[in-house]
């Protein structure tokens, strides 16, 4: 909540004029820079968050969602060992670019959808969009290491990284357990700033977003349960 200055009413956080006397309380940001808003991510993340709310327009948000199936996509087929299934590495590298929009957009869709309507059951007051855009930059680390990471370990894995004939494990003990660490770095990353965002554009206390990232990562680790499964 915000309080407006002239006549005290509160309004919501990101409120631009008052409920009440109509008052200004404060600018709405046009755009996102991303590399400004990304630094601002590492830096500030709360006031990264805030400036995300207050956009009138969610730059970037489409483009990460892409880029984050893509690496959902890479990360299913290392998780089921599924590279034998593809004729050529190429194919496979080929199904992760075509395939992972799709799934990043379908993704951040249901996800968001999910966290929004938990989120608003434990008395949140975020958008559905500002909830969505919020998700969409605390996943950012997963992209990071699909930029970063990623290319390191096809450079040194190749085919074999989605493959358990030899594991990779096997191949080069110190270098795999040292790159899923940087990827492990990531989403643990991502779960922080997944926090700091929906108390920030939910008016969450920390407890509340405790509760909240609870679910999350239950569901969270339902689904890759079940995925073992499947
Ligand atoms: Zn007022």
Known sequence: M???????????????????????????????????????????????????ALARHKNYVILLSCLLGIAIVYSVIWFKTLGARFADFAVLVGAGILLGPFAGLLFTFLFSLVVHRVGRLLGGTGSYRNVRAAIVY???PIVYSLVLVFPIEIAIFGPYFFSDNPPPLVINPVAYI?????????????????????????GFS?????????????????????????
């Open 178 to 202: 040292v790159l899923l660490g940087f990827d492990g770095a990531a989403i643990v990353w991502s779960l922080v700033l997944l926090i700091e965002g929906t108390v920030v554009v939910n």
């Open 206 to 230: 920390r407890g509340k977003a405790a509760v909240l990232a609870a679910i999350i990562v239950s569901l969270t680790s339902l689904a890759v349960y079940g995925l073992r499964f499947a």
């Open 2 to 52: 915000i309080a407006c200055t002239v006549c005290g009413t509160q309004n919501d956080e990101f409120a631009v004029i008052c409920v009440s006397c109509k008052s200004f309380l404060q600018m709405k940001v046009d755009n996102l820079n991303l590399f400004e808003t990304l630094w601002s991510l590492m830096e500030t993340p709360r006031a990264a968050f805030r400036r995300i």
């Open 138 to 140: 605390a996943l950012v």
